[in-house]
C-alpha cells in the first residue's frame, strides 16, 4: 500500500507562488507515474498535471500551462508542482496521484489533499 503525503498548501495573494511537494511513505515511487489533480467547493476533481516515471513526459492542463511546473526527484523520492503567477481560480485543494500498470491493471494511489488559497 502506497500512503502519499501532500505539503506545502497555504493562503496567497494573486499573482504569488507556492510549491506542493508529495512525499510517499512505505515504499520507493520510482515506478509510478506522479499527478496532481484539484478539486474546487462545488466542482469535480480535475486533472492539472502529471510525470512520467522517469521525469521525461509532462503534461499540463491547459488551464496551468505556463504557470505550474511538475518535477520529480526519484533520490529524494519526492514529486513537486511549482505554482507561479497563482489567480483565484486556482483555488482548491490539491491532491496527489500515484499511478502504476502491472500488466494491465492500473493502480491508483491518493493523497489526503493540501489547501491552496489564492486571494485577490
Known amino acids: 500500500q502506497v500512503q502519499l503525503v501532500e505539503s506545502g498548501g497555504g493562503l496567497v495573494q494573486a499573482g504569488g507562488s507556492l510549491r506542493l511537494s508529495c512525499a510517499p511513505s512505505?515504499?520507493?515511487?520510482?515506478?509510478?507515474?506522479m499527478g496532481w489533480f484539484r478539486q474546487a467547493p462545488g466542482k469535480e476533481r480535475e486533472f492539472v498535471a502529471s510525470i512520467s516515471w522517469s521525469g521525461d513526459t509532462t503534461y499540463y492542463a491547459d488551464s496551468v500551462k505556463g504557470r505550474f511546473t511538475i518535477s520529480r526527484d526519484n533520490a529524494k523520492n519526492t514529486v513537486y508542482l511549482q505554482m507561479n503567477s497563482l489567480k483565484p481560480e486556482d483555488t482548491a485543494v490539491y491532491y496527489c496521484?500515484?499511478?502504476?500498470?502491472?500488466?494491465?491493471?492500473?493502480?491508483?494511489?491518493w493523497g489526503q489533499g493540501t489547501q491552496v488559497t489564492v486571494s485577490s
Open positions: 512505505g515504499r520507493t515511487f520510482r515506478s509510478y507515474a
Open positions: 496521484r500515484a499511478r502504476i500498470v502491472v500488466v494491465t491493471t492500473t493502480y491508483d494511489y
